[in-house]
């Protein structure tokens, strides 16, 4: 692994124990199942797939929100199975996280300078000069004043996608080396979706911000990552960079997903979509072998339904893990 990667995952495992009436075990939802991969520092990659496949489980754990039940994660070659409780707090002020919806991400009671103020406060942050300083920076970074007319408002009173820059802001305002960003534009009008996807792909060019964005939308990828993860069913399935993977997808889940976006053009409406039926597994009881093959086109009896197959490299720095390609 790169030496300048600042992120290494390690056969990361999240798994989610059930139990019935409060003792008894029932199994574990596999959320997050053996992934690996190491992000360079100043990258952009992105973290696709359905609903469900293991996205946000996977922004949780490298957030130090879910421990990891088998595996590692390396920050700055620390691990983060052995921080202590403080050390852990001091990571998570390395590492900003944007939320999918911001007007529940934001305390409805505080005004914006309170919101910016607090992270700074709870990290030792005493001077109340420099909170202002850096509060001040930070919205002027993210395009949102004059300062003056936002700080005293409470975000009833912002629109989305002011609320959504107050929610980078808070994420910026520690100076942070990696940043998560967990379906960012999903709950606002199209309209603003561009503009805050080229805020975030500006700070993230300008400060050399390592950031990982989760995302079902394959539509919009290609503008703001560099790398695209696939993930279906807790597993990376397919990994490229951008351009790869879009223009020649390698894994049948990736050419489906790229199948089922939507086509501007009103000619091809009545067209018919090579989209596989059924649904995604259990995450509970996944099945055996490749996790998609019930789903799969060309799933071969014996392979398939037997083995997990292992990321192959079809194409260089290509990486899909199918048997079609061994």
């Not at 496949?53 to 199975?81: M, N």
């Not at 967990?182 to 805050?196: K, N």
């Not at 790398?227 to 223009?247: C, N, S, W």
């Not at 490749?290 to 290509?318: L, S």
Request: glycine share 6%; net charge negative.
């Amino acid at each position: 692994m790169s030496e300048d990667a600042p992120l290494h995952v390690n056969d990361l495992h999240t798994w989610f124990e059930l139990r019935q009436w409060g003792f008894l075990r029932v199994g574990s939802v596999r959320a997050v199942d053996g992934v690996s991969f190491a992000l360079a520092r100043g990258e952009a990659v992105a973290f696709v797939g359905e609903s469900g496949c293991g996205k946000s489980s996977l922004a949780r754990t490298l957030l130090g929100l879910h421990r990891p039940s088998h595996g590692d994660v390396v920050f700055e070659g620390e691990s983060l199975a052995t921080l202590s409780d403080a050390g852990l707090r001091d990571y998570r002020a390395r590492v900003g996280y944007v939320q999918q919806d911001p007007f529940g991400a934001l305390p409805p009671f505080m005004d914006v300078r309170r919101i910016l103020a607090e992270p700074l406060i709870v990290n030792g942050v005493r001077s109340r000069a420099e909170r202002e300083r850096r509060i001040r920076a930070v919205l002027d970074e993210v395009r949102l004043g004059p300062a003056e007319d936002i700080l005293a408002k409470f975000p009833h009173m912002l629109s989305g996608g002011q609320q959504q820059r107050v929610v980078i802001a808070r994420a910026l305002v520690l100076e942070p080396t990696l940043m998560i960003a967990d379906e960012p534009v999903s709950m606002l009008d199209a309209s603003v979706r561009v503009e805050i996807l080229n805020l975030l792909r500006r700070i993230q060019q300008e400060r050399n911000l390592t950031l990982a964005f989760i995302t079902h939308d394959l539509s919009t990828v290609r503008h703001y990552a560099e790398r695209i993860f696939v993930m279906y069913a807790g597993r990376v399935i397919e990994q490229a960079p951008v351009d790869d993977l879009l223009d020649e997808p390698q894994h049948p889940y990736s050419r489906a997903l790229l199948a089922a976006l939507a086509d501007p053009d009103a000619a091809n409406a009545r067209q018919q979509r090579a989209v596989p039926g059924g649904e995604p597994p259990s995450l509970l009881s996944p099945p055996a072998g490749c996790r998609f093959h019930p789903r799969c086109p060309y799933a071969m009896a014996g392979t398939c339904d037997v083995d997990d197959p292992p990321q192959f490299e079809p194409r260089p720095r290509h990486y899909s893990a199918c048997w079609l390609h061994r």
